[in-house]
T-cell receptor
Framework: GESVGLHLPTLSVQEGDNSIINCAYS??????FIWYKQESGKGPQFIID?????DKRQGQRVTVLLNKTVKHLSLQIAATQPGDSAVYFC???????????FGIGTKLQVIP | DGGITQSPKYLFRKEGQNVTLSCEQN?????MYWYRQDPGQGLRLIYY???????QKGDIAEGYSVSREKKESFPLTVTSAQKNPTAFYLC?????????????FGQGTRLTVV
């Protein structure tokens, strides 16, 4: 919703530049990590996921990096566009689990 | 078009009243979920259901109730026992697979207690 973006960490990026959104997770037992995008007034939308046995996974204009040593996940968006402006959530879950734990989100603002 | 539909988009409730939020999906997904979203916080799981006539409490189930009489429908009732019900509520569904890595979300219902 519109108020979801309040009080969130915010990243401002110039249109055309690359964006890097970071996320720290806490559960060493997590096997899967997921990135969601939430535009204002809408529900989250799946972007990409990565398994714990991988360090990197690429999608269309997005790359997710996983560093299990420091429990860190990042989402890189190439050539950021105005339509990328949204709140981005990282999430984690375990194999065999239906429950997913979401982070607080990062608000990405693209400056035209 | 396949998707997940929440209604209404905006809902106002007086203190002390129960209110039910609707969630319907035509994706043939077995699993359905309710999340609550507050400013500055991530999504928190209220309830989830993996099969008809069965559901489990999430992390913040107190003051909420659900039913799963049909595969397509997973309504959420916010009862008067919920102390701080004003929030954005999101319903989601996913195929019942080994691990839930991709959930499909509805557009959300914004509940305001007046």
């Amino acid at each position: 919703g519109e108020s979801v973006g309040l009080h969130l960490p915010t990243l401002s990026v110039q249109e055309g530049d690359n964006s890097i959104i970071n996320c720290a997770y806490s559960n060493s037992a997590s096997d899967y990590f997921i990135w969601y995008k939430q535009e204002s007034g809408k529900g989250p939308q799946f972007i990409i996921d990565i398994r714990s046995n991988m360090d990197k996974r690429q999608g269309q204009r997005v790359t997710v990096l996983l560093n299990k040593t420091v429990k860190h996940l990042s989402l890189q968006i190439a050539a950021t566009q105005p339509g990328d402006s949204a709140v981005y959530f990282c999430a984690e879950t375990r194999r065999g689990y239906q429950k997913v734990t979401f982070g607080i989100g990062t608000k990405l603002q693209v400056i035209p | 078009d396949g998707g997940i539909t929440q209604s209404p988009k905006y809902l106002f409730r007086k203190e002390g009243q129960n209110v039910t939020l609707s969630c319907e999906q035509n994706l043939n997904h077995d699993a359905m979920y309710w999340y609550r979203q507050d400013p500055g916080q991530g999504l928190r799981l209220i309830y989830y259901s993996q099969i008809v006539n069965d559901f489990q409490k999430g992390d913040i189930a107190e003051g909420y109730s659900v039913s799963r009489e049909k595969k397509e429908s997973f309504p959420l009732t916010v009862t008067s026992a919920q102390k701080n019900p004003t929030a954005f509520y999101l319903c989601a569904s996913s195929p019942l697979q080994t691990t839930n890595t991709e959930a499909f979300f509805g557009q959300g219902t914004r509940l305001t207690v007046v």
